[in-house]
């Protein structure tokens, strides 16, 4: 018999041989808010639900465990999952697990992540909606020949090359990456907005040119983040409490950070294959012509990835699933996608569009360039361009649905309405349930049901604004949801965008800055407020969070405004009276907002008038607004973070007037005047 050490030993494995054995992955998947909120994944892209490309892609690349982290509703994601494929015996994967978290960002869900301790070995990281039909054998292989001679060597990103003007580069925030060719070693990584001056320009750390001889500043990468990383990506994760999202922040700091902790991440580019992230509408919209293209085979409708579908490619190029009716005189185009039992009435033409299961499209319609789910009826002469049409919706005869326009589950247009171009109309209720909303029949018709969306209203949430591509569902709240969480500019074209940016004002225009900045430091404030975190705390985060994003004061304002609102709100909602609410919030944080506020000192003040806009824009469209802004406006001026000039200053200013914003100043009134008054009286004194 042996001696037991040496039987011991012949029973242990490298740790670098249990990794090749068994590869893992984690699969983010996202949703607005935690109340109503379906996750990304399970939207339908050419009928079929994000997620399944995603596995798909994981399956074809040896993945054997995985383990999707859902941040609001992991219920639906795992209802579909345990109903789907992946979990039969046949099934590729060892473990397919659901993980239940109260994570708001990537960060959170990482540490989590790493608290769990399920992560043995070398892992894909990638977003749940990611659609690619790249190899990932050559990165992996590569990626651990570099692990064997350098364990510092934590991470390799896989990014796809993209000649000018392809569909798929960023158009506003492009990324960029700073290398060493030599070493596929990423040195510095930067987004840069090129709709700002400063856009044109990345800086570099001087030392990076003395200490590496090449060095390549590269804009032309696709970046759908599929990232193979070792178990140190976790431990760095957890060691930095205010990393929150893959690039911006992990990506950034560990970079930066070289020095400190020596650890080198590097890239794997390919020249070929697909790669895209469906995380806006333009992608979306793009992604499905492409996945109708073939562009990304075989990811197209007619390799059935989910069972049940029966598509079939016809020699006219369009998708035709069983069941479809199409009328003798009705036009089809090439490129079409028609879902199950789907019937196109007479006269009717299709155009570049996708039509889910069980649409009914009546006489002498046109669609065009729209993408409608499952269950739509549209009725005789209707005309649809450029739209989303949710599950379940209902158009009438004779309406037209022009550019961008979004039409939430289960809406109703009565006959002959004319949706405006980028409007959004849903059906959902108040998630904080303060206010019942009603239809808005000069929108939908006498018979029509549902009501227009405006990003004041409480979907406007800490995440709402993120970059992510978010579809609210009926099973994610007791009510409809609403689609109305997408960005409608993104379907416009270009002269439709041109047409309208005159008409787009100051207030208007923030919402398309520093998207990311704002999503992430308004649940950072947010959930510093809702567990009494120190306001120097929260203002260190803040500031850490601002650097990294390299957002303006007026970022950080619209940031803080919007998270003391909300959290007015809700203790409001939970029986504390609207006038303690504010206090109670201010009084206790007046130093957050007196450390944003820099003009005390001067005889304009900008940002006084800046953070009383913004707290007025978070209260136009909640219901009592208007007292909530007067108790506001009140207690800012009684603990001097305001100055009676700021408050007349705002209340001067046109933009506090224009559109839904006068909608709350009427008893806001009464405290502007008494201090007119004080004023006067005060300068009578003084003759």
Known sequence: MPPKAQKAKGKQKPPEELREASLQAVVGSHGTDAEDALADCLLPLANTPLIEYTLDFLAHAGVQDIFVCCGSHPEHVEDYISASKWKRPTSPFKTLVVLKSDATSVGDAMRDLDNRCLVTGDFLLVSGDVVTNIAVEPALARHRERREKDKNAIMTMILREAD?????????????????????????????????????????DPELLSEHPEIEVREDLIDCYVDICTPDVLGLWSDNFDYQSVRTSFLFGVLKDFELNGKTIHTHIVADRYAARVSSLRAYRAVSREIAARWAYPLCPDSNIVPGQHYEYTTDRIYRESGVVLSRTSKVSRGCVLGRDTVIGESSTLSNSILGQNCKIGRKARIEDS???????????????????????????????????????????????????????????????????????????????????????????????????????????????????????ELESSEDRSRRASAISETSDESALNKDFHAEATASILDGLQKEHLPENISLELGALRMTLNASQHDVRRAVAAALVKRILNLESNGTGAREAVTTVLAKYSSLIDRIIFDKESNDKPDQVDFLLLVQKELASKERGDSLLLFVAKEVYDLELVEEDGVLQWWADTRSSEGGMGSVRGLVQQFVTFLEEAEEDEDSDED
């Open 164 to 204: 000018v003007g392809h569909r798929r580069r960023a158009t506003r925030c492009k990324p960029v990456f700073v290398m060493n060719p030599t070493v596929d070693r990423c040195l510095h990584y930067e987004e840069v907005n090129s709709s700002h001056d400063t856009g044109r320009y990345v800086s570099l």
């Open 371 to 489: 993408y409608l789910w499952g269950n739509v009826t549209v009725g005789d002469g209707s005309t649809i361009k450029k739209a989303i049409i949710a599950e379940g919706a209902i158009v009438g005869k004779g309406c037209t649905i022009e550019s961008g326009a979004l039409i939430s589950y289960n809406v109703r247009l009565a006959d002959n309405t004319v949706i405006p171009s980028c409007t959004k109309i849903t059906r959902a209720q108040s998630t904080d349930g303060l206010e019942s909303r009603r239809t808005d029949i000069a929108l939908v018709g006498e018979r029509g049901e549902g009501y227009g969306y405006s990003p004041g209203s409480d979907e406007d949430s800490a995440t709402s604004d993120s970059s992510g591509l978010v579809y609210r569902h009926p099973r994610g709240s007791k009510s409809a949801s609403s689609v109305s969480t997408l960005e409608p500019e």
